[in-house]
Structures are given as structure tokens and as C-alpha cells.
């Protein structure tokens, strides 16, 4: 009887383990899930499989999504930050490993291929500021806990008739790297950073309206931190006119689209473009 018992109870915790071994392996890999698809957006696994994504689908660790022009696409990464794919854009999701809470092995390292992206940071980028970048074919982009977007103007596409071809960054709450070969520069709000490649010392320049929308800085609530959960955003991808910037100053009136929050109603957070 008493044998019996314990092979029972053996038997139960046995199972419980496998069931927390499995549970774990079901989220290995995962970097986030598809919450807004508008048009043709493609995405591709390791081992070359393309298939349309749709909202609510998941994307893994290595995945390859391609927007097609007039495209967009909004995930929520696993740790709380969100990541807007622009139209006609590449973004491979290099490494993504988040526990679900602070052990140091988190890690968040994308490559922006072609296009834009605009990311807002989640738990990663906020504990532990090394284990996040972006990195393009002339500059690696760093972040200390921030709101921020990058376009790569590629050789030969359509921009570069009009735009030097490098890489743009520009900051909208937080503060931003620029790295390549030559150096580092810091972005901060409302300021754009260029790299022509990666022989080329990153440089300040005055943010271009061909790319990006200057707008106010979101409220404090922005920032993100533990336990902060944004749920959907409402996407306005329209690429602005060909003015040139004033400065790194932002104009007045600036139209925001809010992030429409949980129970807690909706925030002011723009995800514009």
C-alpha cells in the first residue's frame, strides 16, 4: 500500500514536470504575435517557408516578414513592446529569448533588411539596454528604453534617387545608438541620426520629412515597465510630404493616433509615421 503510494505520488510529479517542460518548450522561440495585418505581408521560416500572415499568427525566432508596398503590419513581442513593419520593408527577427521575467538570458536582436520599422520597447529593452539592437547594412542601432523608428534606403531602390542610401534613425521618447566602423553618436528625442555606411561616422542631421513625422513626445506612461501591458494600436502608415525639416523641432498640431488601452480605457500613445 505504502509502495503504492509513493509510485503515485512519484508519477504525479513526474507529470507535472513534463507538463512545465513542455509548457516552456511551446513558448521556446516565440518573439511575438501578429495583432494588425493590413495588405500583403509575407513571412518566412529558417528553413525557407513563405506563408501570408494574419492577424493573430505567431512569429518565431528567426522568422523573415516582408511587407509589399501600401502593406503594414503590427506585432506584439512577448515581452510587452510592440514592432510596426512599414510598407515594402524586411525585418528578420535574428534572436529572441525572453523567460517571461529578468534571469539575464533575455535577448531581443533584429536585422532591419530593407525599409522601416517603428519599435516601442518592451521589458528587454528597458533591464537590459545590450540585449537589444537593430542591426542594418551600414550601422547597428542600440537603445536605452525608448520609442523610435528606422528606415534603411536601400542602392538602387526608388528613395535613393532622392535620399544619400544609409541608414536613418529617429527617436521619439528615450535615447538611441548609432554605431559603425568610425564611432557612435546618441539620437534623442524629436533628432535623427544618418549612417551612409559602415566606413562612415554616424552623423546628426535634421530629420527628414520624406521619411518620418515629427510629432510630440508620448506621455511619461510611454516608457514602459514592469507589468505595463499595451494591447492594440492603431496604425497610420502614411509617409509624409517632401518639406524639409525645421531643425529637430517639432511643429505644432501634430494629429496622434492612440493606442487604444486594455480596462484601464485608451492611452496617448502614437504609433505614427
Do not use: W
Not at 62 to 72: N, Q
Not at 123 to 150: A, F, M, P, Q, V
Not at 186 to 215: E, H, R, Y
Amino acid at each position: 500500500m505504502i509502495t503504492a503510494k509513493y509510485t503515485f505520488n512519484f508519477l504525479n510529479i513526474f507529470l507535472m514536470i513534463c507538463l512545465m517542460v513542455l509548457s516552456q518548450a511551446a513558448y521556446a522561440g516565440i518573439a511575438g504575435n501578429v495583432q494588425f495585418v493590413s495588405g500583403n505581408v509575407l513571412v518566412a521560416n529558417v528553413a525557407g517557408q513563405t506563408h501570408a500572415l494574419q492577424k493573430g499568427d505567431v512569429i518565431h525566432e528567426s522568422d523573415t516578414v516582408t511587407t509589399a508596398k501600401g502593406a503594414t503590419v503590427q506585432i506584439k513581442m512577448r515581452d510587452g513592446g510592440f514592432i510596426v513593419i512599414r510598407p515594402e520593408s524586411q525585418l528578420k527577427f535574428d534572436s529572441f529569448v525572453f523567460s517571461g521575467e529578468e534571469d539575464g538570458s533575455e535577448k531581443s536582436f533584429f536585422s532591419l533588411l530593407k525599409g522601416g520599422i517603428r519599435a516601442i520597447t518592451g521589458l528587454i529593452g528597458h533591464l537590459h539596454k545590450t540585449s537589444y539592437h537593430i542591426t542594418t547594412n551600414s550601422s547597428t542601432i542600440g537603445i536605452r528604453g525608448t520609442d523610435h523608428e528606422t528606415f534603411v534606403v536601400l542602392p538602387g531602390s526608388e528613395l535613393a534617387a532622392t535620399l544619400p542610401v544609409g541608414t536613418y534613425n529617429k527617436v521619439n521618447v528615450g535615447e538611441t545608438t548609432i554605431t559603425t566602423d568610425k564611432g557612435t553618436i546618441s539620437v534623442l528625442p524629436n533628432q535623427m541620426g544618418f549612417a551612409g555606411g559602415l566606413d562612415q561616422m554616424p552623423l546628426l542631421q535634421p530629420i527628414n520629412l520624406n521619411i518620418f513625422t515629427v510629432t510630440p513626445a508620448p506621455p511619461p506612461q510611454a516608457k514602459g515597465g514592469k507589468g505595463e501591458v499595451r494591447d492594440s494600436a492603431v496604425v497610420d502608415n502614411v509617409i509624409q510630404g517632401q518639406d524639409a525639416a525645421p531643425g529637430n523641432t517639432a511643429p505644432k498640431n501634430q494629429i496622434q493616433t492612440p493606442i487604444k488601452g486594455g480596462s484601464g480605457g485608451p492611452s496617448t500613445i502614437p504609433i505614427v509615421f
